[in-house]
């Protein structure tokens, strides 16, 4: 797949650090699976994995947390 952003770079499979935030919450997610430019860097997350990132944020933002930071596990 090339780069969406560039169009001009392929992407490859690596692992990505997800930074969210929402009013004063802040959650950075290490490890992320993830389709990434080899040109400009941006990366592309399945939806399945998106999906994950974000009910780790959700339960972030359940338990009023101001700055959250984890590590991936699928």
Known sequence: MNGVI???????????????T?????????DVPAQ?????GEYYLADA???QVLKLAELAASRN???EILRFAA
């Not at 560039?6 to 969210?20: D, P, S």
């Not at 929402?22 to 290490?30: A, H, Q, S, Y």
């Not at 990434?36 to 400009?40: D, K, P, R």
């Open 6 to 20: 560039c169009k001009l770079g392929e992407t490859r499979e690596g692992r990505v650090t997800v930074a969210l």
């Open 22 to 30: 929402r009013g004063e919450l802040t959650v950075v997610i290490k």
């Open 36 to 40: 990434i430019c080899e040109n400009c």
């Open 49 to 51: 994995i998106a999906n």
């Open 65 to 67: 947390a101001e700055l």
